[in-house]
């Protein structure tokens, strides 16, 4: 039996402490991945790493010494010392509850910023990765393109993704609690990413006329400059342009805060006290939290913004709700394929056997006739290939239709003495868990129908 | 008569302050249309009270202490009213017309004991002392509201923590600018009146500084103000800082009015036993 293993940490189960060695560690050039031959017990493996969670989703044959092997790769990998307690950090979901929760990454209900497009962009990455790195067979490939048609049902079918407009709309109306009109304040965008760009659309929706750009890249600079009708600022002039902004929206994946509380401090006098309101999406944070302390200046990071929200919970848990019911249905339909798997060595034996009984027979027949032509021989063959094509072809639909149903078992035992593939079986099964990807196909149609 | 009509003016004042307190914490267009409308039948009440005794003493009613708070009261909720009217800022009204009935009871309460002078309250210098002075004061008391408000949304943005006030008071941005023009209206006033004050002692007791308990404290408000004034236009002074000076200067202007009137010695006093002719 192959199970489904998820295990991982997010922003709910690990400290900023953690997460923010996470975030580092999702820079690095080297990718998991590549240690997958040295992992004994892991079959098939996906590494998806965002700012905000690392996991690993694999596949193997038995639970706990996977588990373990996942496990030490995942230290070493994030470079936690032996002594960080990594285990009450970690959550491991097994087979259908993996599958869950893989469907609520996807759909971003499980994001920080419920409902923030950002994430199944980044699934779809590892995703990627793991095709070069041939890591994914036939149980993940199917599982990761699942999620992705989930997600989309998701998207189209609640209103979930408006959660994350709804914290761009939070920070609009904050930035109207202490600005009363930002018609004619400026904004400052920081960095880039869908989030502090979404927010910026937002602002620009409700009016604000400046926005000024500053990128690391000045090509990412000059781009969003050209979407936003923004003016773009140099990065190293950055502590420069706080004279000028009146709300910042920051979101750079730098490792430390850029601008210190010192930084805002000193120049508060030169704009005369105006207030400055920033946001801070980036995580690890961009804007020293301490910055909120002075006198006009408000700090909000993307956990307050989440707060703000508070007020429309009902609705975002009702929009939730649908989001897990479709999840929920989803991961029924996984379940139904992930069991036809086990009816398929079953399928595959029975058409082994009666093309391994055709084959034979034809042999017979071809030395008891030696004087057919090609032409002839090919005939007979295609004739007695379609005889059992046609005869098995009702056997087989039964079986398939009989996967999903909680007798399947009965029927399957049924099956095998029937065609008597007792001792077949057993072969199959060690032959497919070998070569998974040969028998693809054939899972996929029956899953199909 | 006179007195009937405070009671219902004090009356007035008091469901217009539930009225707004009620809008406080329900967002209900009719309440604050209600109380504004108590507040104004108060104020006519009130009104009719005050010339009801300037024409019975022949004089301006600010003889005592009791005359010069319900006057300031008056002067108060009429200022009010129409910067209401002006502004449309409905919320203020929860947090100045508890003011209005905290000065009219006070006012019910404090001695009736008359502040003795050689008789000159129908001096037109007195009458622009006073009415300045006044004016400026129910602008200051405006800016102390003001003050409060921007406290309490100010602290609310700033903790994160969003109680029921955040969707009621306006932007911070709103309150601020308020304050900005109440100040920059009071104090000019405030001076008008402490120029007119030292032009009329000087005329009554021949010298405009007299080392009165009031005059001092007087002086000690109008600097506080001075400092919120000069830092507003120069750094631009705002928000948090601001909002406290401009509380903690009204908190003065009140001590300066009830403890300088009650408790210390001096011509401005109710109780002062060495006068000057």
Same mark, same amino acid.
Request: aromatic share 10%; charged share 20%; proline share 3%.
């Given at each position: 039996?192959?199970?489904?293993?998820?295990?991982?940490? *997010?922003?709910?189960?690990?400290?900023?402490?953690?997460?923010?060695?996470?975030?580092?560690? =999702?820079? @690095?050039?080297?990718?998991?991945?590549?240690?997958?031959?040295?992992?004994?017990?892991?079959?098939?493996?996906?590494?998806?790493?965002?700012?905000?969670?690392?996991?690993?989703?694999?596949? =193997?044959?038995?639970?706990?010494?996977?588990?373990?092997?996942?496990? $030490?790769?995942?230290?070493?990998?994030?470079?936690?010392?032996?002594?960080?307690?990594?285990?009450?950090?970690?959550?491991?979901?097994?087979?259908?509850?993996?599958?869950?929760?893989?469907?609520?990454? $996807?759909?971003?209900?499980?994001?920080?910023?419920?409902?923030?497009?950002?994430?199944?962009?980044?699934?779809?990455?590892?995703?990627?990765?793991?095709?070069?790195?041939?890591?994914?067979?036939?149980?993940? *490939?199917?599982?990761?393109?699942?999620?992705?048609?989930?997600?989309?049902?998701?998207?189209?079918?609640? =209103?979930?993704?408006? =959660?994350?407009?709804?914290?761009?709309?939070?920070?609009?109306?904050?930035?109207?609690?202490?600005?009363?009109?930002?018609?004619?304040?400026?904004?400052?965008?920081?960095?880039?990413?869908?989030?502090?760009?979404?927010?910026?659309?937002?602002?620009?929706?409700?009016?604000?006329?400046?926005?000024?750009?500053?990128?690391?890249?000045?090509?990412?600079?000059?781009?969003?400059?050209?979407?936003?009708?923004?003016?773009?600022?140099?990065?190293?002039?950055?502590?420069?342009?706080?004279?000028?902004?009146?709300?910042?929206?920051?979101?750079?994946?730098?490792?430390?805060?850029?601008?210190?509380?010192?930084?805002?401090?000193?120049?508060?006098?030169?704009?005369? *006290?105006?207030?400055?309101?920033?946001?801070?999406?980036?995580?690890?944070?961009?804007?020293?939290?301490?910055?909120?302390?002075?006198?006009?200046?408000?700090?909000?990071?993307?956990?307050?913004?989440?707060?703000?929200?508070?007020?429309? @919970?009902?609705?975002?848990?009702?929009?939730?709700?649908?989001?897990?019911?479709?999840?929920?249905?989803?991961?029924?339909?996984?379940?139904?394929?992930?069991?036809?798997?086990?009816?398929?060595?079953?399928?595959?034996?029975?058409?082994?056997?009666?093309?391994?009984?055709?084959?034979?027979?034809?042999?017979?027949?071809?030395?008891?006739?030696?004087?057919?032509?090609?032409?002839?021989?090919?005939?007979?063959?295609?004739?007695?290939?379609?005889?059992?094509?046609?005869?098995?072809?009702?056997?087989?639909?039964?079986?398939?239709?009989?996967?999903?149903?909680?007798?399947?078992?009965?029927?399957?035992?049924?099956?095998?003495?029937?065609?008597?593939?007792?001792?077949?079986?057993?072969?199959?099964?060690?032959?497919? $868990?070998?070569?998974?990807?040969?028998?693809?196909?054939?899972?996929?149609?029956?899953?199909?129908? | 008569?006179?007195?009937?009509?405070?009671?219902?003016?004090?009356?007035?004042?008091?469901?217009?302050?539930?009225?707004?307190?009620?809008?406080?914490?329900? &967002?209900?267009?009719?309440?604050?249309?209600?109380?504004?409308?108590?507040?104004?039948?108060?104020?006519?009440?009130?009104?009719?009270?005050?010339?009801?005794?300037?024409?019975?003493?022949?004089?301006?009613?600010?003889?005592?202490?009791?005359?010069?708070?319900?006057?300031?009261?008056?002067?108060?909720?009429?200022?009010?009213?129409?910067?209401?009217?002006?502004?449309?800022?409905?919320?203020?009204?929860?947090?100045?017309?508890? !003011?209005?009935?905290?000065?009219?009871?006070?006012?019910?309460?404090?001695?009736?004991?008359?502040?003795?002078?050689?008789?000159?309250?129908?001096?037109?210098?007195?009458?622009?002392?006073?009415?300045?002075?006044?004016?400026?004061?129910?602008?200051?008391?405006? !800016?102390?509201?003001?003050?409060?408000?921007?406290?309490?949304?100010?602290?609310?943005?700033?903790?994160?923590?969003?109680?029921?006030?955040?969707?009621?008071?306006?932007?911070? &941005?709103?309150? &601020?600018? !308020?304050?900005?023009?109440?100040?920059?209206?009071?104090?000019?006033?405030?001076?008008?009146?402490?120029?007119?004050?030292?032009?009329?002692?000087?005329?009554?007791?021949?010298?405009?500084?007299?080392? &009165?308990?009031?005059?001092?404290?007087?002086?000690?408000?109008?600097?506080?103000?001075?400092?919120?004034?000069?830092?507003?236009?120069?750094?631009?002074?705002?928000?948090?800082?601001?909002?406290?000076?401009?509380?903690?200067?009204?908190?003065?202007?009140?001590?300066?009015?009830?403890?300088?009137?009650? !408790?210390?010695?001096?011509?401005?006093?109710?109780?002062?036993?060495?006068?000057?002719?």
């Amino acid at each position: 039996m192959v199970h489904i293993i998820l295990l991982g940490m *997010n922003h709910k189960t690990a400290p900023v402490e953690v997460r923010e060695q996470l975030a580092v560690a =999702c820079r @690095k050039e080297v990718n998991p991945l590549h240690m997958l031959p040295h992992l004994e017990h892991v079959e098939e493996l996906i590494y998806v790493s965002t700012c905000n969670r690392v996991e690993f989703l694999f596949t =193997c044959g038995s639970l706990s010494e996977a588990i373990a092997e996942v496990k $030490a790769l995942l230290r070493t990998h994030v470079g936690l010392p032996s002594s960080v307690p990594l285990d009450s950090y970690l959550y491991v979901h097994k087979d259908l509850e993996a599958v869950k929760h893989l469907f609520m990454v $996807a759909s971003s209900l499980d994001s920080m910023v419920v409902g923030e497009p950002q994430i199944l962009g980044q699934l779809k990455e590892a995703y990627r990765t793991a095709v070069e790195y041939r890591s994914v067979k036939t149980v993940l *490939n199917r599982l990761m393109h699942k999620s992705f048609s989930v997600a989309k049902r998701v998207r189209t079918e609640t =209103c979930i993704g408006s =959660c994350a407009v709804s914290v761009s709309y939070a920070a609009v109306e904050l930035a109207r609690k202490i600005f009363g009109q930002i018609k004619d304040k400026r904004v400052l965008l920081i960095g880039a990413g869908e989030m502090a760009e979404l927010a910026a659309e937002h602002f620009l929706r409700q009016g604000v006329k400046t926005m000024m750009v500053a990128n690391r890249t000045l090509e990412r600079a000059v781009e969003l400059a050209a979407r936003f009708k923004a003016e773009t600022v140099p990065f190293a002039a950055l502590l420069e342009a706080l004279k000028a902004a009146d709300i910042v929206v920051s979101s750079t994946g730098a490792p430390q805060p850029i601008i210190s509380y010192r930084d805002i401090k000193a120049r508060m006098r030169e704009r005369r *006290n105006k207030p400055l309101f920033f946001i801070d999406i980036a995580v690890p944070r961009d804007i020293d939290p301490k910055a909120n302390q002075i006198d006009n200046v408000y700090v909000y990071d993307i956990d307050d913004l989440q707060g703000v929200i508070e007020f429309n @919970k009902e609705e975002r848990l009702s929009q939730a709700r649908a989001a897990e019911h479709i999840i929920d249905e989803e991961t029924i339909k996984f379940r139904n394929w992930m069991e036809s798997l086990s009816v398929s060595p079953t399928i595959v034996s029975v058409r082994e056997k009666a093309e391994k009984i055709r084959q034979d027979e034809l042999r017979k027949t071809f030395s008891q006739l030696p004087d057919l032509n090609d032409r002839q021989r090919e005939a007979i063959e295609i004739l007695t290939s379609s005889i059992i094509k046609k005869l098995l072809h009702d056997p087989i639909i039964f079986l398939k239709k009989k996967a999903q149903r909680e007798a399947r078992a009965v029927y399957m035992d049924f099956t095998l003495q029937l065609f008597n593939l007792i001792e077949t079986i057993d072969e199959v099964d060690g032959a497919q $868990a070998e070569s998974p990807k040969a028998q693809e196909p054939e899972f996929f149609k029956a899953a199909k129908k | 008569m006179e007195s009937f009509f405070l009671v219902i003016a004090t009356l007035c004042y008091l469901s217009g302050t539930i009225g707004y307190f009620i809008y406080l914490l329900k &967002d209900r267009e009719v309440l604050p249309r209600i109380s504004w409308t108590l507040l104004l039948v108060g104020a006519l009440f009130h009104g009719a009270a005050l010339v009801m005794r300037a024409i019975g003493m022949g004089h301006f009613p600010v003889t005592s202490i009791r005359e010069a708070i319900s006057l300031f009261t008056w002067v108060f909720v009429v200022t009010y009213l129409v910067i209401q009217v002006k502004l449309k800022l409905r919320i203020l009204g929860s947090f100045v017309s508890p !003011l209005a009935v905290i000065f009219m009871v006070s006012s019910r309460l404090l001695p009736t004991q008359a502040i003795r002078t050689n008789g000159s309250f129908r001096s037109g210098w007195l009458i622009a002392h006073v009415s300045s002075i006044f004016l400026a004061n129910a602008l200051f008391a405006m !800016l102390f509201s003001l003050g409060i408000m921007y406290l309490l949304q100010e602290r609310g943005i700033k903790k994160k923590n969003f109680g029921l006030l955040y969707e009621r008071l306006p932007s911070l &941005d709103r309150i &601020d600018s !308020l304050a900005h023009v109440c100040l920059m209206a009071g104090f000019p006033l405030m001076t008008a009146g402490l120029i007119t004050g030292f032009v009329y002692a000087a005329m009554v007791w021949r010298s405009p500084w007299n080392w &009165d308990p009031k005059e001092i404290l007087s002086v000690v408000t109008w600097l506080i103000y001075a400092v919120l004034v000069h830092e507003r236009l120069t750094v631009g002074w705002r928000g948090r800082r601001a909002a406290w000076l401009a509380i903690i200067g009204f908190s003065a202007t009140v001590l300066t009015f009830i403890l300088a009137s009650l !408790l210390l010695a001096g011509h401005h006093s109710v109780i002062s036993k060495n006068f000057y002719g």
